[in-house]
């Protein structure tokens, strides 16, 4: 579903040249979870990140589902990053002054719905997550734990094949963050969503079906 080919990224400035990812070669079945280890700094965002099409590889190829990602023009990119990715970070990124039923909304705003709709399917993603009695709340009225399950609500509205989970109990106490791993486990297992999730976490990674381990921008497992 998703094949990275000697794939490579360097970020320059005026002064300095970093090899943030050198040659990674991976290829993620549907329906796997596969997670992410590997020291700061070794490259795990910047491969998240190429993956979401939030950035671009230096050289190498990204093809998903049979297609090269670097044929697409910005707008086909933004469709398909809509359509078929969902988000989630260790800072949970949720906009603070809308409640968190709006929050979950968001993606579906760039579909076609109406707001009915809309409202409808981030209630039903909010009751998936066990949030039902926080729809009107503001992110400043949850706990860290709730606000993550907040972005998981709103990463799985539009029903994405992909998702992309970056240190997301990172922020989170052991207890909140078994909580975030069972529902990501769970959506794996019901959905046959697709989970890259990067964690520093040994134990959570052995929950998964598959542990890649990069150091200095290389795959070394
Ligand atoms: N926008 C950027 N410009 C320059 N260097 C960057 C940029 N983003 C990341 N880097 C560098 O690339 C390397 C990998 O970063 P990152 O992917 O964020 O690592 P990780 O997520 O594993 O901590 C680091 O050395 C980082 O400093
Ligand atoms: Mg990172």
Not at 40 to 54: E, P, Q, R, W
Not at 123 to 142: C, F, I, M, T, W
Not at 168 to 175: E, I, R, Y
Request: charged residues 20%; hydrophobic residues 40%; proline residues 3%.
């Amino acid at each position: 579903m998703i094949q990275l080919q000697n794939l490579n990224k360097v970020y320059r400035t005026s002064t300095i040249e970093t090899t943030a990812l050198n040659d990674i070669n991976l290829s993620i079945d549907k329906g796997e979870f596969l997670s992410i280890m590997g020291p700061s700094g070794c490259g795990k965002s910047t491969l998240l990140n190429i993956m979401g099409l939030l950035d671009e590889p230096s050289s190498g190829k990204l093809v998903i589902n049979g297609q090269q990602i670097s044929d697409y023009n910005s707008k086909a990119m933004a469709k398909y990053r809509n359509q078929h990715l969902g988000f989630i970070f260790q800072s949970f990124h949720l906009i603070p002054d809308l409640s968190v039923v709006d929050n979950v909304e968001l993606p579906l705003i760039y579909r076609k719905m109406s707001a009915a709709q809309r409202k409808t399917l981030a209630k039903s993603a909010l009751e998936s997550v066990g949030l039902s009695n926080r729809v009107d709340h503001y992110p400043n009225q949850l706990s860290g734990g709730q606000k993550q399950r907040v972005a998981i609500a709103r990463a799985i509205v539009g029903e994405p094949s992909i998702i992309l989970a970056d240190e997301p109990t990172g922020n989170l106490d052991s207890v909140m963050g078994n909580e975030v791993m069972e529902i990501l486990l769970r959506l794996n297992k019901e959905k046959q969503t697709t989970i890259v999730m990067v964690t520093h976490d040994e134990n959570m990674a052995n929950m998964t079906h598959r542990l890649v381990r990069l150091y200095d921008g290389s795959q070394v497992q």
